[in-house]
């Protein structure tokens, strides 16, 4: 797969989630099959989900780093996923993949989820 062809299946899945307002994707071609997302999606209940993804697409899709962090309505965080190395020290089973569920210091392991599996969450969430 080209990195057009991800970016292409990141707008087709935002464009059509029944929660998303509107949103605002900037893609960064680095290669053939490596590229750099980043953007913000507006949520219909005036909430806001932050994403970045550094991925490379040639025989998976293998995201380097991915950051995916859901605000509510008054910006306070909900929780974040991602893969920065930054909690070594909690000998997490799925290092360096964690979420942080309600505030910064509440860390717990998670696998890695992709941008489908986060909005689908947020969308139970808002139910």
Do not use: W
Request: net charge negative.
């Amino acid at each position: 797969m080209l990195i057009e062809l991800y970016f292409q299946q990141v707008r087709v899945l935002i464009e059509s989630c029944k929660i998303v307002e509107s949103f605002h994707l900037d893609c960064e071609k680095r290669g053939l099959y490596e590229g750099f997302i980043r953007g913000q999606i507006n949520l219909k209940c005036n909430s806001l989900l932050h994403l970045r993804e550094f991925v490379y697409v040639e025989i998976a899709i293998d995201r380097k780093m991915y950051s995916y962090q859901y605000m509510d309505a008054d910006n306070n965080l909900v929780f974040r996923y991602d893969n920065t190395e930054h909690h070594r020290k909690l000998n997490l089973p799925n290092f360096p993949h964690h979420k942080h569920d309600g505030s910064e210091n509440y860390v717990v392991s998670s696998d890695a989820p992709f941008l489908a599996d986060v909005l689908e969450e947020i969308e139970r969430i808002q139910v």
